[in-house]
């Protein structure tokens, strides 16, 4: 009974312990160097799949308005989805120039880990705080549906066009073949733990 009464008064009062946000920053950052974009993607996946039964199912909208709330609700981390996997393939360690330093290609694996880490770690922030407001999140449209693309979600469709780009032209800039480019793509989409 005092086990219960303890677990009861921590769940009442964790968001109001320092311990238990480093806890959780630290086991976000862990998780996000673990395992591969693709399995963020599936996260993405699985958060846009609610916002179709949300939208749809729940608060009965037309196709036009789940499509679009979906889009709000997921467009931030389709951004970093995008953006992350173009640092993984600019900065694969396969396709940098040998000629350059030790220290150069150093320099070059911490910018890249800190591109798609970085990413990693919002989407997942982002999911858990969709899933631990779950109630709350399923009863409330997005505040600006029915409204004009704000200039953040401008940005946003702007920078998933870049990086689209950037990853279509990606072989002819760097100089290198399509497979080897697919090959990077194709290691970073599919869901795994990271080797």
Same mark, same amino acid.
């Given at each position: 009974?005092?086990?219960?009464?303890?677990?009861?008064?921590?769940?009442?009062?964790?968001?109001?312990l320092p311990a238990f946000h480093a806890g959780y920053l630290i086991l976000?950052?862990?998780?996000?160097?673990?395992?591969?974009?693709?399995?963020?993607?599936?996260?993405i996946l699985a958060h846009m799949t609610?916002?179709?039964?949300?939208?749809?199912?729940? =608060?009965?909208?037309?196709?036009?308005?789940?499509?679009?709330?979906?889009?709000?609700?997921?467009?931030?981390?389709?951004t970093l989805l995008m953006i992350g996997l173009v640092f993984s393939?600019? =900065?694969?360690?396969s396709i940098a120039i040998t000629e350059i330093s030790g220290v150069m290609k150093a320099e070059m694996t911490i910018i890249r880990m800190f591109g798609t880490l970085i990413?990693?770690?919002?989407?997942?922030?982002?999911?858990l705080k969709v899933i631990s407001h779950i109630r709350h999140y399923m009863n409330h449209a997005h505040p600006h549906?029915?409204?004009?693309?704000?200039?953040?979600?401008?940005?946003?469709?702007?920078?998933?066009?870049?990086?689209?780009v950037l990853l279509i032209f990606s072989a002819k800039i760097l100089n290198v073949e399509y497979t080897?480019?697919?090959?990077?793509?194709r290691e970073e989409i599919v869901p795994r733990l990271m080797s």
């Amino acid at each position: 009974m005092l086990i219960l009464t303890g677990f009861r008064s921590f769940a009442f009062r964790h968001d109001d312990l320092p311990a238990f946000h480093a806890g959780y920053l630290i086991l976000v950052l862990i998780a996000a160097s673990m395992f591969s974009l693709g399995a963020f993607a599936m996260l993405i996946l699985a958060h846009m799949t609610l916002d179709y039964i949300k939208y749809r199912e729940h =608060l009965g909208y037309n196709l036009r308005l789940t499509a679009e709330g979906m889009i709000r609700e997921s467009l931030m981390d389709i951004t970093l989805l995008m953006i992350g996997l173009v640092f993984s393939v600019y =900065l694969n360690h396969s396709i940098a120039i040998t000629e350059i330093s030790g220290v150069m290609k150093a320099e070059m694996t911490i910018i890249r880990m800190f591109g798609t880490l970085i990413p990693k770690i919002k989407i997942m922030h982002n999911f858990l705080k969709v899933i631990s407001h779950i109630r709350h999140y399923m009863n409330h449209a997005h505040p600006h549906l029915r409204n004009h693309w704000s200039p953040v979600d401008r940005v946003c469709f702007w920078s998933i066009g870049m990086c689209a780009v950037l990853l279509i032209f990606s072989a002819k800039i760097l100089n290198v073949e399509y497979t080897r480019v697919w090959e990077i793509l194709r290691e970073e989409i599919v869901p795994r733990l990271m080797s």
